[in-house]
Nanobody, 125 residues
Framework: QVQLVESGGGLVQAGASLRLSCAAS????????MGWFRQAPGKEREFVST????????YYAASVKGRFTISRDNAKNTVDLQMNSLKPEDTAVYYC??????????????????WGQGTQVTVSS
């Protein structure tokens, strides 16, 4: 089992930045690719970004590429999502997830084995 706890969400104005963090506990953290997803009210859960177990590979959804940066610290069992130039359409609950599979990049929610409880990000215009 892997337990994931997100933090760092909040209410910001458009153009601002936020940094989300996800703390993991349980099995060997570096064995898992880590991802961030988001879900806005009335919409399906959407892939945002993923990072490989070693941290050497990253992948982003087109909607956030160039604005968001994913990183991980395997010594601290954390994965972060730095979000810059936030837009109102980034408003959603953001979820951290862990994928044990080897396919790269893991973009489907079904490829992830463990999920956090989510943290709300609200961007006002």
């Amino acid at each position: 089992q892997v337990q994931l706890v997100e933090s760092g969400g909040g209410l910001v104005q458009a153009g601002a930045s936020l940094r989300l963090s996800c703390a993991a506990s349980g099995r060997t953290f570096s064995n898992y690719a880590m991802g961030w997803f988001r879900q806005a009210p009335g919409k399906e859960r959407e892939f945002v970004s993923t990072i490989s177990g070693s941290g050497s590979l990253t992948y982003y959804a087109a909607s956030v590429k160039g604005r968001f940066t994913i990183s991980r610290d395997n010594a601290k069992n954390t994965v972060d999502l730095q979000m810059n130039s936030l837009k109102p359409e980034d408003t959603a609950v953001y979820y951290c997830a862990a994928a044990a599979g080897r396919r790269w990049p893991p973009k489907g929610y079904y490829e992830y084995d463990y999920w956090g409880q989510g943290t709300q990000v609200t961007v006002s215009s």
